[in-house]
């Protein structure tokens, strides 16, 4: 296998782009929904056969170059005591959320054991595909993590996890330490159960104020991230200004989301390979737009250490099209020389 993403991800040139999708096994896709009349969506992450089978729908139908393991984000909450689930039409709800400072410094479980259907999931999929293309293990950051703990809900605005970190800022950084901790053992369960490359999203970071990023979270990232032997992913929406602090994370490359302009996160980043960024409703156009969009950020990126993905995950109706096209235009591109 040409293992254009692994390459990408560590900086070097590329023919053309790899490109996958963040949200690419979700409910886009037909045959998604089908499953999922049949099973909850906890059901078909914690059995590794259907948690297969999700993840291979995408390379069905678009042959991306990475396969994103389908789970969630929300899965470390089980050893850190927390029950979740995810509610239709609401969200993930998390049962026993944190009710105060007592509560934030939480002990953890054994990692490998309560996660083991994800270890089992990643071995399956080393197995049937890992031979064509990359597979993406992933978890969810600090921040986004704490958020669902606290709130106990979706929270646009994050207001509970800030208000925890204005009441009392030590318990803020124990429930985030937690997480911290257990993120660190997750990826490296990853990778011994056969994930290549590793992205960590900490999609709600941007909520905080530079000064409390670099003080309470950007340590948090490079302990997470630091010492891993596979490339590194780092997203975090709402980071258009300040994407030295992605950088500084230690990661490999960065995820940028829609709102950045290409051409000036390379400026602002010099070698350090990005992952990204068409604006996901710009699937919603015709497919000459969105390849005629796609072509100019891939022009903008250049051929160095680029990763063509969207801004954020896949909306839900997201016609499968438009989706192609996308792909597509990756697959079909040939930077000379
Ligand atoms: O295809 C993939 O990208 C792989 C799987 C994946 C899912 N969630 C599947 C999923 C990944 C990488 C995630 C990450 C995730 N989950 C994040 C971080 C990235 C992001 O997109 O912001 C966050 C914040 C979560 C938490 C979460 N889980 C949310 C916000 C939701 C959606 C709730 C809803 O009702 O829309 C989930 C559930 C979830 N995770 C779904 C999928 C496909 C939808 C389940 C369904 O209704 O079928």
Do not use: C
């Not at 997203?235 to 300040?242: A, L, P, S, Y």
């Amino acid at each position: 296998m040409d293992d254009l993403l692994v390459r990408a991800a560590r900086g070097e040139r590329t023919e053309r782009p790899p490109v996958w999708m963040m949200r690419q096994a979700g409910r886009h896709i037909p045959e998604y929904r089908e499953i999922r009349e049949e099973y909850s969506f906890l059901d078909a992450i914690k059995t590794p056969a259907v948690a297969e089978e999700i993840t291979l729908l995408p390379w069905e139908y678009y042959r991306p170059d990475g396969l994103v393991m389908f789970s969630d984000i929300l899965t470390v909450l089980e050893p850190l005591g927390f029950s979740y689930h995810i509610e239709s039409g609401v969200g993930p709800v998390v049962e026993n959320p944190v009710e105060g400072p007592a509560d934030a410094d939480r002990s953890m479980g054994d990692v490998r054991e309560e996660l083991d259907y994800v270890g089992a999931l990643l071995r399956r999929l080393t197995e049937s595909v890992g031979d064509e293309t990359t597979i993406i293990g992933f978890a969810g950051g600090p921040f986004t993590l704490a958020s669902y703990a606290v709130a106990g809900e979706p929270s646009r605005t994050h207001r509970p996890l800030r208000a925890l970190r204005a009441r009392n800022p030590d318990a803020f950084r124990a429930l985030l330490d937690s997480f911290a901790e257990v993120v660190r053992e997750y990826l490296r369960f990853q990778i011994d159960n056969g994930a290549d490359v590793l992205q960590l999203f900490d999609t709600y970071a941007g909520e905080l104020t530079t000064a409390d990023y670099r003080e309470f979270l950007l340590p948090l990232h490079q302990r997470i991230l630091d010492g891993l032997d596979v490339p590194t992913i780092i997203f975090v929406r709402r980071m258009n200004g300040r994407l030295d602090l992605l950088e500084a994370s230690g990661a490999d490359a960065v995820s940028l989301d829609w709102t950045v302009d290409m051409a000036t996160a390379r400026e602002q980043l010099g070698e350090v390979p990005v992952q990204g960024n068409l604006d996901p409703t710009a699937l919603y156009g015709d497919t000459d737009a969105v390849r005629e969009q796609t072509r100019e950020i891939i022009e903008a990126a250049g051929p160095e250490g680029h990763i063509l993905n969207l801004g954020h995950g896949v909306h839900r109706d997201t016609p499968v099209d438009s989706v192609e096209a996308f792909v597509e235009t990756a697959k079909e591109w040939q930077w000379d020389g």
